[in-house]
């Protein structure tokens, strides 16, 4: 039995995430604020479970409790690979990077960076305790790589998880276990978020117009091609180059 757990359910990538884990026979749980009713008939189309926990991964606690309480039913189960995907990211807030209020800088910072550590870590830790393979990734950006006029906070945090990736994939070759943990970017893709880019200031985002033209040139990757590489990447996990930074591009 195999068990994947994927934040940021709801919508987007992560619900093509979660299906697709589904249909390879992965029981799997999903983490978001709001429920998505279609993944749980999806599970029944493909015999196999979904469950939902409510969770606001801005804030710490409620991470903790949310992972005791999904932990056990996990692992209770005995299975033979935990699969984890830190799908959850906001992109706002955007502007200069001196014009940014300091609470949602505080948000953003806990939810893309500090969040999918906190998740990573809990599971790394039980995984090692029970002796039970797991394989976690990140879903990051090419903005972990390059500055981006507004985007100061987006990029940050995107590149402080590349720096996370290969740093606890390191720990983890020295300590011989069989956990591996990577990070993945899915390239720009239709999904809400680019919605909310498009409708940027330019004042704020300088690059809007070029998001624009991705979609009126039909430039942005289907969210299930996406999550159907991702999830080959994982399920091939011989394959699997720990702490490696996979990029979409490389594949589709």
Known sequence: MRYGVVTGVSKGLGESIAKILMESGIHVIGISRSENKSLKEAAQQNNVSFQHFPCDLGDVEAIEQTFADMSSLIFDEEPSMVYLVNNAAVLDPVDKSMNLDSRELAYHM?????APMVM????????SEEEVPFIGVTITSGAAERPVYGWSAYCSTKASINMYTKTVALEQEE????NKVIAFSPGIMDTQMQEKIRASNKDEFIEVDTFKDYKDRNLLKDTEAVGGVLVDILTDEGSIENGKIYNVKEYY
């Open 175 to 178: 300590l011989k276990t069989e």
């Open 120 to 127: 990573t870590n809990l599971f790394l830790n039980k995984a």
């Open 110 to 114: 806990q939810v893309n960076s500090l």
